[in-house]
């Protein structure tokens, strides 16, 4: 009988051992960055109630319209929903433990979202998001610490070039006379629509803004903008950030027609762009969403925040020759099976006791091709226990890839079994210094 071949889901990646570690290097340095302007990490569940995303991020959004993964629990008849995003379920959390009661916070998160889009470069089914979203700051300087947070990391990745392009979507009611404008406006060119915008021109016609189609271009650029439609307060706070970006020297455009594709905005949004990336360019978007916790039943608060496309910035990173660190232990330790198998596994565990990442040899294999494997696994050290250095009680010791003749085991040498974590541990050490001092 012929068995199926089993694959991954369609746009849903593995992340494999070779690459793993390039994931593992931006974790780390977007995790310090994120420490460094005092956020806490919160985690919360893959799986929310439907409703959660259909009031938080709006009903008539491309998301909640035709993207998300919703199923019904077949146990308990439950409406779920795989997350999309995480705005909602952080906010939702807040407001479940009432973590705003006393003090506004900083709180960063990372994992899995799902969207049920057309997979492409740089689009995929399951993605994954760095984000962070600050609660209880009614800004603009939180937003702008936010976004200098995100320019201090692309810094630190050394991934280039990034654009930020800014808008502020004004009040609630600022945006209403902006759509009764826009609405008026696209129904007198009603005959140039396409079929996509027609269908959004009533249920959400600031999304024509946001259209591809270049036969749309010269009347959406003419279209009322809704820098023209915001009042004293949110030109303030639009400037109030601006002059921020402006003395920390953070370059931007102003894009009016930035609108973002999830409904609980308002005032800042923007959006980090590459040109590295082909069509989806955009690594990072975020901005403030004041309405949230009200409408999800909390007090109202506000609150900003963004999140980052981590397999975007993976790509960028790998098209600069990053890797990661890809060194799977320090030793190898080679056996000949039987007792000195025993005494190779004492060894390894009293490596392991001084701090030191061992990979013992698995099954029996000749000295010559365990020695294969162990060049083959980046150690630093193999470390032989043959049938002739157990009888010793000793292990022979070979560095694998010394830099100099008199770096420490450059030549073979045997060292007492109780001496050997002590040893290599140092060895490494030295090995350590001599880097750093030609640095
Ligand atoms: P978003 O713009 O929908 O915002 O997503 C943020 C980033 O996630 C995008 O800029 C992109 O880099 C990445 N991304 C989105 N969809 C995909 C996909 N299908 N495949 C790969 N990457 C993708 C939000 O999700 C908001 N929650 C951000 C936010 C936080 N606003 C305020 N706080």
């Not at 310090?32 to 995303?53: C, K, M, N, S, W």
């Not at 906010?91 to 900083?106: F, Q, T």
């Not at 996509?196 to 959406?220: C, E, Y």
């Not at 903008?225 to 009042?231: F, M, S, V």
């Amino acid at each position: 009988m012929k068995t199926d071949r089993l694959a991954a889901v369609r746009g849903m990646n593995d992340v494999l051992p070779d690459e793993a570690p390039l994931w593992e290097a931006f974790e780390a340095r977007a995790i310090d960055v994120l420490r460094a302007y005092g956020y806490r990490q919160i985690r919360t569940p893959i799986v929310e109630h439907t409703r959660l995303f259909a009031r938080g991020i709006g009903e008539v959004t491309d998301i909640v319209e035709k993207e998300m993964y919703s199923f019904v629990d077949q146990l308990n008849g439950e409406n779920l929903t795989l997350r999309p995003e995480a705005t909602a379920s952080v906010v939702r959390a807040c407001i479940e433990h009432n973590l705003l009661y006393d003090a506004p916070r900083r709180l960063w998160y990372i994992g899995p979202m799902f969207r049920h889009e057309r997979p492409q470069r740089g689009r995929y089914r399951q993605f994954h998001q760095v984000g962070a979203e600050a609660l209880g700051f009614a800004g603009p300087d939180v937003d702008a610490e936010q976004i200098l947070l995100l320019k201090r990391l692309w810094d630190v990745l050394e991934i280039g070039p990034v654009r930020l392009e800014l808008n502020s979507l004004g009040s609630a009611e600022e945006r209403a006379r902006h759509r009764a404008a826009l609405v008026a406006y696209f129904e007198a060119n009603a005959d140039a629509l396409d079929a996509d915008a027609r269908r959004r021109l009533h249920s959400n016609p600031l999304r024509i803004l946001d259209t591809k189609n270049p036969a749309l271009q010269p009347l959406v650029e003419a279209a009322p903008r809704i820098t023209e439609y915001l009042g004293h307060e949110s030109l303030a706070h639009f400037e109030g950030l601006q002059e921020l970006l402006a003395a920390r020297g953070v370059s931007y455009a102003v894009n009016p027609r930035l609108v973002r594709g999830l409904d609980y905005y308002n005032l800042t949004v923007y959006e980090w762009i590459t040109d590295r990336l082909g069509a989806q360019g955009t690594i990072c978007g975020g901005g403030r969403y004041d309405p949230l916790v009200g409408m999800l039943g909390g007090r109202p608060a506000p609150g900003c925040g963004f999140a980052i496309g981590v397999e975007r910035v993976i790509e960028l990173l790998r098209e600069a020759g990053e890797r990661g660190d890809q060194t799977a232990c320090d030793v190898y330790v080679l056996h000949q099976g039987g007792a000195t198998y025993l005494a190779a596994l004492h060894a390894a565990e009293s490596l392991r006791d001084a701090g030191l990442d061992v990979i013992l040899h698995g099954g029996e294999a000749s000295l010559k091709s365990q020695m294969k494997r162990a060049d083959a696994s980046g150690a630093a050290y193999a470390v032989i226990v043959g049938e002739s250095e157990a009888a010793d009680g000793e292990a022979a010791v070979k560095a694998l890839r010394a830099a100099t003749a008199q770096a420490p085991f450059a030549e073979q040498r045997r060292v007492p079994l109780a001496q050997l974590g002590e040893a290599i541990a140092g060895a490494l050490a030295t090995e350590q210094e001599s880097i750093s001092g030609t640095n």
